[in-house]
């Protein structure tokens, strides 16, 4: 089945950047919705930023303008990079992947890297 692995997270002052990186198993990663979720404790998940198989994107009003988005088909990866980072988005990031085949939708998610800002 497949796995997603999460990396680039950590601790970085306001004003960084980080940029995380999503590693997706298989060979049809070409077929999938993408996305990054985060949770901050006793914060319900949101959905930060999705990318479809056409590479049509799209953002939380909160992270528009500092965020991006992006895929690479070739090497199975979907990043985000994160620039002007707040306190605010500090959460722990999700990577999420979806695809309806079969008549049925598939759903999976990473472990989740954690991004804290602070100074």
């Known amino acids: 089945q497949v796995q997603l692995v999460e990396s680039g997270g950590g601790l970085v002052q306001p004003g960084g950047s980080l940029r995380l990186s999503c590693a997706a198993s298989?060979?049809?990663?070409?077929?999938?919705?993408m996305g990054w979720y985060r949770q901050a404790p006793g914060k319900q998940r949101e959905l930060v930023a999705g990318?479809?198989?056409?590479?049509?994107?799209n953002y939380t009003d909160s992270v528009k303008g500092r965020f991006t988005i992006s895929r690479d088909n070739g090497k199975n990866t979907v990043y985000l990079q994160m620039n002007s980072l707040r306190p605010e988005d500090t959460a722990v990031y999700f990577c999420?992947?979806?695809?309806?085949?079969?008549?049925?939708?598939?759903?999976?998610w990473g472990q989740g890297t954690q991004v804290t800002v602070s100074s």
């Open positions: 298989g060979s049809i990663f070409r077929f999938y919705r």
């Open positions: 999420n992947g979806k695809r309806t085949a079969w008549g049925r939708e598939s759903d999976y």
């Open positions: 990318i479809t198989s056409g590479n049509m994107t």
